[in-house]
């Protein structure tokens, strides 16, 4: 299957500051990239749709300007949490669409972010 | 009502059981269909992809989507302590949009 990799895996940072998380598709384009957030023991929960050159759709709760999406690229797409404080402290998974027609999205391993 | 329900589990097998998952959904303009699994601390990992109804099988794994049902399963067959993991059942409505995700399933196999 397509290879979907994030960068860091695992950030600590102080409260106040801002952290930006990498998306890249290794193997392919894809035009819609998404980005979720998982508390421990609970499903993945939509945070916003990156699409490539324009601007992220985001879900109803999600703060744009908190969570700043830039999808610069056909394989990139970066997650920016600004001023983090600590209940911003989750499991961040992006995923990407092969596009194609299908509907088969592949998942990063995700970025593991405690905010102290 | 939620637009998508999973049992949570935990779910505990003896290695060798056959297993079975399964989720509900609401919206009948899902078409996409698919199952992740995801071990603790890590992404969730595609395993099958199911497009409208119909079966599919891949070595020890067969999903059923019923869509008349709204009701999809995923059988594991004979079980291995490595299947030990949360799985995810997801779907949508159209190609390229978001996955509305199901809570996930704890899975213990023991030996």
């Known amino acids: 299957g397509a290879v979907v990799s994030q960068h860091p895996s695992r950030v600590i940072c102080k409260s106040g500051t801002s952290v930006k998380i990498e998306c890249r598709s290794l193997d392919f384009q894809a035009t819609t990239m998404f980005w979720y957030r998982q508390f421990p023991k609970q499903s993945l929960m939509l945070m916003a749709t990156s699409n490539e050159g324009s601007k992220a759709t985001y879900e109803q709760g999600v703060e744009k300007d908190k969570f700043l999406i830039n999808h610069a690229s056909l394989t990139l797409s970066t997650l920016t949490v600004t001023s983090a404080h600590p209940e911003d402290s989750s499991f961040y998974i992006c995923?990407?669409?092969?596009?194609?027609?299908?509907?088969?999205?592949?998942f990063g391993p995700g970025t593991r972010l405690l905010v102290l | 009502q939620k637009e998508v329900e999973q049992d949570p589990g935990p779910l505990s097998v003896p290695e060798g059981a056959i297993v079975s998952l399964n989720c509900t959904y609401s919206?009948?303009?899902?078409?996409?269909f698919m199952w992740y699994r995801q071990y603790s601390r890590k992404g969730p990992e595609l395993l099958m992809y199911?497009?409208?109804?119909g079966n599919k099988e891949d070595g020890r794994f067969t999903a059923q989507v019923d869509k008349s049902s709204k009701y999809i399963s995923l059988f594991i067959r004979d079980s291995q302590p490595s299947d030990s993991a949360t799985y995810l059942c997801a779907m949508s409505d159209q190609a390229g949009t978001a996955l509305i995700f199901g809570k996930g399933t704890t899975l213990s196999v023991s030996s």
């Open positions: 995923s990407a669409n092969t596009g194609g027609g299908e509907e088969t999205q592949y």
């Open positions: 919206n009948s303009a899902f078409q996409y």
């Open positions: 199911t497009y409208s109804s």
